[in-house]
Nanobody, 122 residues
Framework: QVQLVESGGEVVQTGGSLRLSCRASGRDFINYAIGWFRQAPGKEREFVAIVDGSGRNTYYAESMKGRFTISRNNPRNMVYLQMNSLVPEDTAVYYC???????????????WGQGTQVTVFS
């Protein structure tokens, strides 16, 4: 069982940066891949990025490559999403999710946080 809590969402201007955090509680955090997803109003939840349990392997949605960076600190049970060059289209609720094996398929995730709102204005 893993509990996840996101934080760091804010209102930011176009071109700005944010770092989102995902704090995990529970046992064996290192055994879980952590993914970031986002959901804009009226749209389906979409994959953003994922990091495996070791932190050595990452994978990004094509539109996020070069702008977003996912990382993790296992001793602190934390995962981060650094977001740069933000645009209004990045406005969404951002969620972190956990499962044992890494995948970009949101339907395969076992545990979800409550989400954190990111709003980018022009």
């Amino acid at each position: 069982q893993v509990q996840l809590v996101e934080s760091g969402g804010e209102v930011v201007q176009t071109g700005g940066s944010l770092r989102l955090s995902c704090r995990a509680s529970g046992r064996d955090f290192i055994n879980y891949a952590i993914g970031w997803f986002r959901q804009a109003p009226g749209k389906e939840r979409e994959f953003v990025a994922i990091v495996d349990g070791s932190g050595r392997n990452t994978y990004y949605a094509e539109s996020m490559k070069g702008r977003f960076t996912i990382s993790r600190n296992n001793p602190r049970n934390m995962v981060y999403l650094q977001m740069n060059s933000l645009v209004p289209e990045d406005t969404a609720v951002y969620y972190c999710a956990a499962r044992h094996r890494a995948t970009s398929d949101k339907n395969r995730y076992d545990f979800w946080g409550q989400g954190t709102q990111v709003t980018v204005f022009s």
